[in-house]
């Protein structure tokens, strides 16, 4: 996938300020920046959020362009984003919902097997240390943060997107659920995968390595680098960054 100078705008004031960035297949980018830089803005318009109105740039992702798909072709395309507030859906549930969001990217006739998806639905759930019963309650509905969290990430696994964004997976996670997310996410490494990490904090870069790490500020991507800078900024911060880069844009912490 790669962004060229993306610029969005919420209710007519720009957010996202001319972003680049290319995600290889194979390769996982994390995306680290005070809170209210447009972090979550960004995945919400490559996904295609109507509220989002994309004002300049391009996307393409294997030679398709983005921008021009509706929010069910991106899915289709292989685009896929897990949530910083997943939507709760009463009356689907869960195992019937990934099994309509598998069969919708298959050609019809090709759809999967009641036997193997179950068996690999178990299989993802243990991994993910999710309780079977969890797969027949409504989508969301009554789950935890942390349940929700998960349930971001078995849709991921199963599903199997060429590209994920993770935005705040980590959020309000304890030490256990952080590292079964990464599991989850280290399991999913391969060649025809690409993965966008939005986080405020370095802690799951520690279970989930970064081939790069970029700090978004103000709209924009504003320094690049590799796991050590996601180092440097849980040892002292984003203020370096703004002093580096003599930006005077307040972030809140
Ligand atoms: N739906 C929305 N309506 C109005 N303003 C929004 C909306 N979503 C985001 N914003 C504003 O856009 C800015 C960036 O927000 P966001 O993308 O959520 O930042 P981040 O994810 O980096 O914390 C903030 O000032 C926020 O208030
Ligand atoms: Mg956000």
């Given at each position: 996938m790669k962004i060229d100078d993306l610029r969005v705008s919420i209710e007519g004031k720009e957010i996202v300020k001319g972003l680049n960035l290319e995600i290889k297949g194979g390769e996982i980018h994390a995306i680290m920046g005070p809170n209210?830089?447009?972090?979550?803005?960004?995945?919400?318009?490559?996904?295609?959020?109507?509220?989002?109105?994309?004002?300049?740039?391009?996307?393409?992702?294997?030679?398709?362009?983005?921008?021009?798909?509706?929010?069910?072709?991106?899915?289709?395309?292989?685009?896929?984003l897990a949530m910083q507030y997943p939507a709760e859906i009463s009356g689907v549930t869960n195992a019937d919902f990934l099994r309509s969001a598998i069969n919708s990217r298959r050609e019809e006739g090709q759809e999967i097997s009641l036997m193997k998806f179950i068996r690999e639905l178990d299989a993802k759930m243990g991994v993910l240390e999710i309780p079977s019963e969890m797969a027949h309650r409504y989508l969301n509905e009554g789950f935890s943060g942390g349940e929700k969290k998960r349930n971001e990430i078995l849709q991921m696994?199963?599903?199997?997107?060429?590209?994920?964004i993770l935005d705040e997976i980590d959020s309000g996670l304890d030490i256990d659920a952080l590292k079964v997310v990464a599991k989850g996410v280290n399991e999913m490494r391969n060649e025809e995968f690409g993965c966008l990490i939005i986080t405020h904090y370095q802690r799951l870069l520690n279970y989930i390595e970064p081939d790069f790490v970029h700090i978004m500020m103000d709209g924009k991507i504003v320094m690049s680098?590799?796991?050590?800078?996601?180092?440097?900024?849980?040892a002292e911060g984003y203020d370096w960054v703004k002093q580096d880069l003599g930006m005077t844009v307040d972030t809140e912490a």
């Open positions: 209210g830089t447009g972090k979550s803005t960004l995945a919400s318009a490559l996904m295609g959020h109507p509220l989002y109105e994309v004002t300049g740039g391009s996307v393409d992702l294997n030679g398709e362009d983005v921008l021009d798909m509706e929010v069910d072709e991106r899915a289709q395309a292989g685009m896929f696994m199963m599903i199997k997107p060429n590209i994920a680098g590799g796991k050590e800078l996601a180092q440097r900024l849980e």
